[in-house]
């Protein structure tokens, strides 16, 4: 069975600083998809970024990107010129690619603060 | 355009009673996804429904809990005979086709049920 794990439970950054938050998974299968959602206090579960396992480039989404090492299983997310909106909880979540279940797997997730 | 709506936002049992927590997909999207996030945990599948089908329910505790998703209306999570260990976040989510990376699942604001 695959797991998430996200081995750090809070960060702190301070605006306009760029913060790393860390994700690694397990799985034997060779091609799924990697996500990053985010969790602000609201609740809302908002997708910031996405990875398909089989692409070597790094997905970047405005000022969000990811550094994915397929070998490590290691998929962090790296935030640059932190914003105050930034502050929330930070999941990362995969999904097979086969299969019929469509299922995501929640990492614990990563409360990010972020000081003005 | 409408994003997924779950209702109610707030639910407030008492042990022994039933809980009907209800989800409208986004327009166009006919796969639903149910997790359940308990306090200071991840998000943690549940339930994958097509129109009228139960395609994993591998999540689901095998009692009290049940779902559907009708060919009309919204989809349901039941649970009966509630007891304190339910109390939790429970989200839906919605993806058109499969749920891939060009259709990723979207999530809506979660019903909070609390169990007194």
């Known amino acids: 069975a695959q797991t998430v794990t996200q081995s750090q439970p809070e960060m702190s950054v301070q605006e306009a600083e760029t913060v790393t938050l860390s994700c690694t998974y397990d799985t034997s299968e060779s091609d799924y998809y990697l996500f990053w959602y985010k969790q602000p206090p609201s609740r809302q579960m908002i997708l910031v970024i996405r990875q398909e396992a089989y692409k070597q480039q790094n997905a970047t989404e405005n000022r969000f990107s990811v550094n994915f090492q397929k070998a490590a299983k290691s998929f962090s997310l790296k935030i640059s010129d932190s914003q105050l909106g930034d502050a929330a909880m930070y999941f990362c979540?995969?999904?097979?690619?086969?299969?019929?279940?469509?299922?995501?797997?929640f990492g614990t997730g990563t409360l990010l603060a972020v000081q003005p | 355009n409408a994003g997924v709506m779950q209702n109610p936002r707030h639910l407030v049992r008492r042990r022994g009673q039933e809980a009907r927590l209800r989800c409208s997909p986004m327009?166009?999207?006919?796969?639903v996804y149910w997790y359940r996030q308990l306090p200071e945990e991840g998000l943690k599948f549940m339930v994958y429904?097509?129109?009228?089908?139960?395609?994993?329910e591998s999540g689901m505790p095998k009692e009290r809990f049940s779902a559907e998703f009708p060919k009309e209306g919204p989809s349901i999570l039941r649970i009966q005979q509630v007891v304190r260990g339910d109390s939790a976040a429970y989200f839906c989510?919605?993806?058109?086709?499969?749920?891939?990376?060009?259709?990723?699942?979207?999530f809506g604001d979660g019903t909070r049920l609390s169990i007194l």
């Open positions: 429904l097509q129109k009228e089908n139960i395609i994993d």
């Open positions: 327009k166009g999207h006919s796969h």
């Open positions: 979540a995969y999904r097979s690619r086969g299969g019929a279940t469509n299922k995501l797997i």
């Open positions: 989510a919605s993806s058109p086709v499969g749920g891939g990376m060009r259709q990723p699942q979207h």
